[in-house]
T-cell receptor, first 112, second 112 residues
Framework: DAGVIQSPRHEVTEMGQEVTLRCKPISGHDYLFWYRQTMMRGLELLIYFNNNVPIDDSGMPEDRFSAKMPNASFSTLKIQPSEPRDSAVYFC??????????FGQGTRLTVV | KQEVTQIPAALSVPEGENLVLNCSFTDSAIYNLQWFRQDPGKGLTSLLLIQSSQREQTSGRLNASLDKSSGRSTLYIAASQPGDSATYLCAVNIPGANNLFFGTGTRLTVIP
C-alpha cells in the first residue's frame, strides 16, 4: 500500500476563496482523522470518522470548516471562505481500530 | 483535558552520543502512547507504540518507556546518527476518545 495520500501537497489561495483538501486512507483502515499543525498550537485533531461516519467534530474551529467521507477510500476537508489564520499544515491519518495511526505527507495551506 | 509536554524543545548532540527525550502527560488514564518522527516538510512516521499495559518497546536503536503512574515517557536513542535529526513528537490516546493528544515536540540535531 502506498500509505495515506493527500492532495494537493501545497495550496496557496486568496482570502475568501474555497479550499478543498483531499485524502485517500490506507485500504482496509476504518478510522480517518484530520489534523491541523501550526507553530502556535502544534497538532490538533479537527475531526475523525469511523466507517465513513463522522464521530467527533468538536475540533473543527468554525462553521467555515466541513469534512466529508463519501466512501471508505476518500475524504475531503473544505474551508469556505478561507482566511489567513487558516494557514497551516493539514494532515490526514488513518488507522485500523484505535491502534496505530498512519499519517499522510500533509497539505501546506497558505491563505493570502 | 489531557496536556502533553516535551522537554527539551530542541537538542543538539554530537554523532555517536546516546540521548533521551522526555514526554509528560497530565492524565494517567491513557490507552496508549506513541512516539513519532517528523522530518521538515513531511508527515509523521510512527516509531513506537506502547500500550497502557506495557512498560517499554524497542525498535533497533530506539527504546521507549512508559510510566503511567507518574505520567512520563522517555525515548532513548542509542549511538545517534546525523540521519536521526528530526522533530520527535509524543502523543497519547485516551480511552473512548480516539484522539491523539500531541506534545509540541523536541527538535533533534545530530552533528556529524
Amino acid at each position: 500500500d502506498a500509505g495515506v495520500i493527500q492532495s494537493p501537497r501545497h495550496e496557496v489561495t486568496e482570502m475568501g476563496q474555497e479550499v478543498t483538501l483531499r485524502c485517500k486512507p490506507i485500504s482496509g483502515h476504518d478510522y480517518l482523522f484530520w489534523y491541523r499543525q501550526t507553530m502556535m498550537r502544534g497538532l490538533e485533531l479537527l475531526i475523525y470518522f469511523n466507517n465513513n461516519v463522522p464521530i467527533d467534530d468538536s475540533g473543527m474551529p468554525e462553521d467555515r470548516f466541513s469534512a466529508k467521507m463519501p466512501n471508505a477510500s476518500f475524504s475531503t476537508l473544505k474551508i469556505q471562505p478561507s482566511e489567513p489564520r487558516d494557514s497551516a499544515v493539514y494532515f490526514c491519518a488513518s488507522s485500523f481500530g484505535e491502534i496505530q495511526a498512519f499519517f499522510g505527507q500533509g497539505t501546506r495551506l497558505t491563505v493570502v | 483535558k489531557q496536556e502533553v509536554t516535551q522537554i527539551p524543545a530542541a537538542l543538539s548532540v554530537p554523532e555517536g552520543e546516546n540521548l533521551v527525550l522526555n514526554c509528560s502527560f497530565t492524565d494517567s488514564a491513557i490507552y496508549n502512547l506513541q512516539w513519532f518522527r517528523q522530518d521538515p516538510g513531511k508527515g509523521l512516521t510512527s516509531l513506537l507504540l506502547i500500550q497502557s499495559s506495557q512498560r517499554e518497546q524497542t525498535s533497533g536503536r530506539l527504546n521507549a518507556s512508559l510510566d503511567k503512574s507518574s505520567g512520563r515517557s522517555t525515548l532513548y536513542i542509542a549511538a545517534s546518527q546525523p540521519g536521526d535529526s528530526a522533530t520527535y513528537l509524543c502523543a497519547v490516546n485516551i480511552p473512548g476518545a480516539n484522539n491523539l493528544f500531541f506534545g509540541t515536540g523536541t527538535r533533534l540535531t545530530v552533528i556529524p
